[in-house]
């Protein structure tokens, strides 16, 4: 069972570059979520889907847009890359919108903007 | 809204010491509890949750009680193994599901032999 794949690993971009994060999970999970990581910041929040053709905002979505087209998969895109953006970011999936179910997270994608 | 602070680190402790991890949370209603573990180079992993006032998570030796008096969710561990090095974040449920946590800053642990 791969659980959540992120791809790719690595990225770097140059300002202006658009790019799509792919995330993908295969434990047929409804709800996901696009996460950014910085260092002293912890994990916030920029995007979030609750089912194929639903998304919403989270705290940090300025830049960014996603798309929920099937339970499966989860892309986020950078529209114009700034060097802000520069951090590392996490998908994650849930089964449940229940809010004491576990949350799975993908390795991560670390994305340099120079 | 909803908010979580905790222990800012780094922590380095010797093998066999005792660990706590404070954290403390702002939140309307009733949120789950969380801690999550990321260890170097991988995404985070669920360690423990607690979904109700004096719940009592665990796991791996790992402990943490929600109370909801001090709003506290502390993390604690008798003796740290070399194998507990990670990062370590608190985090609760935002408005309900688990697609919206909303994480403590983390805080880095080291255990030397």
């Known amino acids: 069972n791969a659980g959540v794949t992120q791809t790719p690993k690595f990225q770097v971009l140059k300002t202006g570059q658009s790019m799509t994060l792919q995330c993908a999970q295969d434990m047929n999970h409804e709800y996901m979520s696009w996460y950014r990581q910085d260092p002293g910041m912890g994990l916030r929040l920029i995007h979030y889907s609750v089912g194929a053709g639903i998304t919403d905002q989270g705290e940090v979505p300025n830049g960014y847009n996603v798309s929920r087209s099937t339970t499966e998969d989860f892309p986020l895109r950078l529209l114009s890359a700034a060097p802000s953006q520069t951090s590392v970011y996490f998908c994650?999936?849930?089964?449940?919108?229940?809010?004491?179910?576990?949350?799975?997270f993908g390795q991560g994608t670390r994305l340099t903007v120079v | 809204g909803n908010s979580v602070t905790q222990m800012e680190g780094p922590v380095t402790l010797s093998e066999e010491a005792f660990l706590t991890i404070n954290c403390t949370y702002t939140?309307?209603?009733?949120?789950?509890l969380f801690w999550y573990v990321q260890y170097p180079g991988e995404g985070l992993q669920l360690l423990l949750k607690a979904t109700k006032a004096d719940d009592k998570g665990s796991n791996k030796g790992f402990e943490a009680t929600y109370r909801k008096e001090t709003t506290s969710f502390h993390l604690e561990k008798g003796s740290v193994q070399v194998s507990d090095s990670a990062v370590y974040f608190c985090?609760?449920?935002?408005?309900?599901?688990?697609?919206?946590?909303?994480f403590g800053k983390g805080t880095k642990l080291t255990v030397n032999p």
């Open positions: 939140a309307t209603g009733y949120p789950s």
């Open positions: 994650a999936s849930s089964y449940s919108g229940a809010g004491n179910t576990e949350a799975f």
């Open positions: 985090a609760l449920s935002d408005g309900g599901g688990s697609e919206k946590l909303v």
